[in-house]
């Protein structure tokens, strides 16, 4: 588990240890509050979920240092759906 922490394959991922720190430590706090998994391991520690999400690009800081996940990323950037709207 900590093994990921000694690579630089992680802090590089993520934008450097600041930011790593801050991403496991927000993510932590979303999952002891009851947020979902969003990776498929065999563990209940919850340092290792955050890990497997980091590596496996599930989550990220967005600009303002909030945790977001990719597919809230993704929704986000598709916008509005213009047509189905009445205008």
Do not use: C, W, Y
Not at 35 to 57: C, F, G, P, W, Y
Request: net charge negative; no cysteine.
């Amino acid at each position: 588990m900590l093994e990921e922490l000694k690579e630089e394959e992680i802090v590089k991922k993520v934008g450097g240890r600041f930011k790593l720190s801050t991403l496991i430590q927000k993510r932590m706090v979303q999952l002891n509050q009851g947020s979902r998994a969003l990776v498929n391991v065999d563990t209940h520690d919850k340092m290792s979920i955050v890990l497997q999400e980091i590596m496996q690009d599930k989550i990220m800081l967005n600009m303002d240092n909030q945790v977001i996940s990719l597919e809230e990323m993704a929704s986000a950037s598709e916008g509005p759906d213009l047509e189905s709207m009445d205008l």
